[in-house]
C-alpha cells in the first residue's frame, strides 16, 4: 500500500516569495491534516480536511496561508508572502476516519531567507 | 486547551536496555493517544495508538500503557538497541467530534549506545 505523498521535500526561498507544497494521502483516506513541525518542537495543526470539507482551520494564518483539497484527494498548501519564521518542516498525513490512527509524509522542508 | 508533556527531554542509555518515556497530557477526556517516532530529516511513523477504553496496546518490543485519570501514557521499550535511536512523540486527540485534533508533545530523544 503506498504511503503519504509529499512534493516538494525541500525549497528555499527568499522572504515575501510564495511556495506551495502538495499532498496526496493515502487512498480511501477521507481525512487529511496539513502539519507545521519547527524544528525542537511537536508539530502543529494547520488545517484538517474531511473529504473536501475544512474541518478546522483555526490555527492557520489565514492572512498569508492558503489550502484545499479538490475533489477530497490530494491537497496543496500555499504560502503568500512567506516570512522567515515560516522556515519548518510541513507535515501531511491521512486517516481512515477523523477518529483513527494517522498516517504522515516524510515532509517539506521549507527554508525562508 | 490541552497541553502535552513529554519528559525528558532527552535520553541517552547503553545498548540493551530497558527504558521507559514519559507523556502527561492536561485534559484527561481523551478519544485515544498515540505514540509516533521520527527520525532525522524524515516525517513521524506511527507506533501504537491506544483507544480512551484500552490500558495498553503492545507491538514487539514496544509496549504503550494509558492511565487517563491520572493524564499519563508510558512507552517502554525492551533490550534497547541502536536502531532505536529516533525522537519519539505523544499526541492525544480529544474527543471524535469534527472539531477535534491531535496535540503533540514536543518529543523525548532518545539515543542508544552501542
Known amino acids: 500500500e503506498a504511503g503519504v505523498a509529499q512534493s516538494p521535500r525541500y525549497k528555499i526561498i527568499e522572504k515575501r516569495q510564495s511556495v506551495a507544497f502538495w499532498c496526496n494521502p493515502i487512498s480511501g483516506h477521507a481525512t487529511l491534516y496539513w502539519y507545521q513541525q519547527i524544528l525542537g518542537q511537536g508539530p502543529k495543526l494547520l488545517i484538517q480536511?474531511?473529504?473536501?470539507?475544512?474541518?478546522?482551520d483555526s490555527q492557520l494564518p489565514k492572512d498569508r496561508f492558503s489550502a484545499e483539497r479538490l475533489k477530497g484527494v490530494d491537497s496543496t498548501l500555499k504560502i503568500q508572502p512567506a516570512k522567515l519564521e515560516d522556515s519548518a518542516v510541513y507535515l501531511c498525513?491521512?486517516?481512515?476516519?477523523?477518529?483513527?490512527?494517522?498516517?504522515f509524509g516524510e515532509g517539506s522542508r521549507l527554508t525562508v531567507l | 486547551k490541552q497541553e502535552v508533556t513529554q519528559i525528558p527531554a532527552a535520553l541517552s542509555v547503553p545498548e540493551g536496555e530497558n527504558l521507559v518515556l514519559n507523556c502527561s497530557f492536561t485534559?484527561?477526556?481523551?478519544?485515544?493517544l498515540q505514540w509516533f517516532r521520527q527520525d532525522p530529516g524524515k516525517g513521524l511513523t506511527s507506533l501504537l495508538l491506544?483507544?480512551?477504553?484500552?490500558r495498553e496496546q503492545t507491538s514487539g518490543r514496544l509496549n504503550a500503557s494509558l492511565d487517563k485519570s491520572s493524564g499519563r501514557s508510558t512507552l517502554y521499550i525492551a533490550a534497547s538497541q541502536p536502531g532505536d535511536s529516533a525522537t519519539y512523540l505523544c499526541a492525544v486527540k480529544v474527543g471524535e467530534t469534527s472539531g477535534s485534533r491531535l496535540t503533540f508533545g514536543e518529543g523525548t530523544q532518545l539515543t542508544v549506545n552501542p
Open positions: 491506544i483507544q480512551s477504553s484500552q
Open positions: 480536511f474531511q473529504n473536501n470539507g475544512v474541518v478546522d
Open positions: 498525513a491521512s486517516s481512515f476516519t477523523r477518529s483513527g490512527e494517522l498516517f
Open positions: 485534559d484527561s477526556a481523551i478519544y485515544n
